[in-house]
């Protein structure tokens, strides 16, 4: 896959209405050091739960990749992060431009 480490790796389609090839495949991982059987039993269980968690298109244009509770850990950091304006001059400011 293109990097150093080693790793079982498997692919889901979770629900799109796309017809385009790709269109709601993830790629999902697990350590090499995981015994065959359980990555096994890893790849069953994910693949029940994650076309529930699958975001929807109207709510997130990365769906259905972008799950549900990583768009909203995304919504939750951004709001704490405050007006993204002043963050900007906040950052300019301290970087002496």
Known sequence: MGTSWRRHAWYVRLPVGSAAPWAGIARCEAGAELPADEVVRL????????????????????????????????????????????LYRALRGAAGS
């Open 43 to 86: 790849a069953d269980a994910l693949t029940l739960v994650l076309p529930s968690l699958a975001g929807v298109d109207y709510k997130d244009p990365r769906a259905p990749q972008n799950l549900v509770p990583i768009g909203g850990l995304e919504k939750l950091l951004r709001h704490r992060l405050g007006d993204p304006r002043l």
